[in-house]
């Protein structure tokens, strides 16, 4: 398959997932056939799942919380409720901190794969094992986009694929360096996968054949190494939360200094 | 074609465009025979070009300026220069608005089409006509995310599919409502385009089969509309300008205040 084309498909008959189940086994089964190259493109729901990660919470927000690292932003909803934009405990910054609450037993909630890229690389060795061929294993989940509305699948583990293609100083066809530089490649192949295996329907897997330029022949570095948190972030916190934050410090500074200069007026008015 | 399958191309051949070319005359040429239910996905490069907005500007900086309705966040590189992400005239939340100095010819940059929803409507209008086929068409840009690394491409414009696919109230296969709710479907169409076009490569322009369901009878309401800016905007500022926001008016205020309850001071001496 020449690069500038692709194919991919989710090959129906996946059964319900329950915890305790061989998920490599069942992907296996599901996929068929591979060639190398092709990406096998899996949905968090049905790894955490089989990896048991289904809790009993009537209340979601208790789950949310025991997720979370860091709280970046939170809004009342009108309808009643509290949106929370979170880090979660694999660093992606997105509402609810990953708990999923669709397509589970009522009274429980599900957690993301306690580490997604550990997962990827289990159903990568499975997946060569079987079927002779080198592919990457992503798994996905869904997040909303801060200016857009709507949300795509990205990679939160990966395995045997590249995150990025990196073309920083790589000339344009006129010969300058390109400004659009660092494509994300695991992400592009996590939103196509998604238009292929829907949400509600019982198509977790994907198969993507046609980027195997991107496919590695190690694990790689994990969909971790994506996160951009910490010093190059300018969104460590919403709108509202940094104004009070610096609102509050000012305040402070601003009544101490304000205190000083009276007193120096006091002071001068004893003289 | 079944909904759990999908192929994309992007053909080999394209010429080079200039201002006034024939841009519709060149993309029905270059995909040739279609199918109602195709999406037919091109860069904004080669809009623009065709358009005419390559502009003279050895200073690409001003026509950041230029094309900037709203700076955002803005912050000093390591190596020198400004990152600025800003909203530009689209509504849509970036650096550098959406100019362009790479595959253009030097000493000038290239704006994003004036109107793009228009200019995916007229291709839709022409491929139409050309093929007979009831098609979509996608108009995309190269765009960063706050919290990971790398660019995916998006839709800026759009005529003939839908921008997503709002799930809402729908049950989940256990009849509880979905959680993630609105898909965004032309945006991991454009993704995924990406993934056939590349960058450096003279292959503008993809055709995506599989996605049919999305396609729809009328121009529809373009990509203006997936825009969420405004009050439902939780990161309206980023965190450093919105901090610095709330301590300048946290200090005014705590100055006042002081300064008030000094006065009483003061003139509690007085007595």
């Known amino acids: ?32 056939a591979l060639e190398s190259g092709d990406v096998v493109v899996v949905s968090s729901k049905v790894v955490s799942k089989a990896e048991g990660r289904q809790v009993v919470a009537e209340d979601r927000e208790q789950a949310i919380t025991a997720e979370t690292v860091r709280v970046v932003a939170t809004r ?5 409720g509290v ?30 794969p306690e580490d997604p890229d550990a997962s990827a690389a289990r159903l990568r060795t499975a997946l060569i094992a079987a079927t002779g061929a080198a592919v990457g294993v992503i798994v996905t989940d869904t997040l909303g986009r801060p200016w857009r509305r709507g949300q795509t699948d990205i990679a939160i583990g990966a395995a045997g694929i590249a995150l990025v293609d990196d073309l920083r100083g790589q000339p344009d066809t ?6 659009v530089a660092v494509v994300a490649v695991a992400d592009e192949i996590a939103s196509l996968a998604d238009l292929v295996k829907g949400k509600a329907e019982n198509r977790p897997i994907a198969v993507v054949r046609g ?23 300018m969104f460590r916190l919403g709108s509202a939360e940094a104004y009070a934050d610096g609102y509050s410090d000012g305040y402070a500074e601003g009544s101490k200094e304000s205190a000083d200069t009276a007193e120096d007026e006091i002071d001068g008015g004893a003289w």
């Open 1 to 32: 398959m020449s690069e500038a084309e692709l194919r991919a498909w989710a090959p129906d008959g996946v059964p319900e997932i329950h915890a305790g189940d061989d998920l490599p086994a069942i992907v296996v089964d599901a996929v068929g």
């Open 83 to 112: 949106t929370r934009i979170v880090e979660n405990r694999l660093g992606i910054v997105g509402a609810a901190a990953g708990v999923d609450a669709s397509n589970v037993e009522p009274g429980t909630v599900l957690l993301l």
């Open 211 to 233: 980027v195997g330029r991107y496919v590695i022949d190690a694990d790689g570095p994990g969909a971790r190494s994506v996160v951009r948190t910490g010093d190059e972030d």
């Open 76 to 80: 009342e909803q009108p309808g009643g």
């Open 174 to 179: 006129s010969g300058r360096p390109m400004s």
